[in-house]
């Protein structure tokens, strides 16, 4: 799987967006780029996954530029409970004869202020 | 909608005894992962299952062993414990023919004295 880079922390006032980059420069054709958050010791929680269009559900967009070497995850309005660690993480998508674990890495710290 | 279940969500053991660790995945859900978060670090794959094989190996230790069983809840078992696997250990659930979106459980905390 592709490598990603994130910023390791970030802080965002509560209300405002909140824009988390990931850079992965050497993804492949068939690589989706998910994104997860855990909140302190919970268990990950999904929030988006994206080939190569635009991706917006109820949490979240996901912006993913036109040569894929990059995203960014928006949460349009964050709150106090927005601060988790988030993840993106570039994947293969898995199908019937293989499934692919999730390769977490660092990702970024969000800390959203009152 | 109806979620990962782990059990225990928490267990203190001793050095060198054993623990099983329990996951029932989500309804329909055909594939379990588990991954080890250490403290104050990133989760880290440890082991897959699809249809009640394995699938999939990553740093699982030799004294942990896993299986699905046929109504698809899988558990860990951990042996010859040692103080280093004090962990957080989640358990994530999929389906190979729908999207293949993990959601992962709340996870068990393993306390090793």
């Known amino acids: 799987d592709a490598k990603t880079t994130q910023p390791t922390s970030m802080d965002c006032a509560e209300g405002r967006a909140a824009n988390l980059p990931c850079n992965h420069s050497?993804?492949?054709?068939?690589?989706?780029v998910y994104w997860y958050r855990q909140i302190h010791s919970q268990g990950p929680q999904y929030i988006i996954h994206?080939?190569?269009n635009n991706e917006t559900n109820e949490m979240a967009s996901l912006i993913i530029t036109e040569d894929r070497k990059s995203s960014t995850l928006i949460l349009p309005h964050a709150t106090l409970r927005d601060t988790a660690v988030y993840y993106c993480?570039?994947?293969?998508?898995?199908?019937?004869?293989?499934?692919?674990?999730?390769?977490f890495g660092k990702g970024t710290s969000l800390l959203v202020t009152p | 909608a109806a979620g990962v279940i782990q059990s225990p969500r928490h267990l203190i053991k001793e050095k060198r005894e054993t623990a099983t660790l329990k996951c029932y995945p989500i309804?329909?859900?055909?594939?379990v992962y588990w991954y080890q978060q250490g403290p104050g670090q990133d989760p880290q794959f440890l082991i897959s299952?699809?249809?009640?094989?394995?699938?999939d190996k990553g740093s699982i230790p030799d004294r942990f062993s896993a299986q699905q069983f046929s109504d698809y809840h899988s558990e860990l078992n951990m042996s010859s414990l040692e103080l280093g696997d004090s962990a957080l250990y989640f358990c994530?659930?999929?389906?190979?023919?729908?999207?293949?979106?993990?959601?992962f459980g709340p996870g068990t905390r393993l306390l090793v004295l």
């Open positions: 994530a659930s999929s389906s190979r023919r729908v999207a293949e979106t993990q959601y």
């Open positions: 050497t993804i492949s054709g068939n690589e989706y």
């Open positions: 994206g080939l190569k």
């Open positions: 993480i570039v994947r293969v998508a898995s199908n019937l004869n293989s499934g692919y674990a999730l390769n």
């Open positions: 309804p329909r859900h055909d594939t």
């Open positions: 299952f699809y249809e009640k094989m394995q699938s």
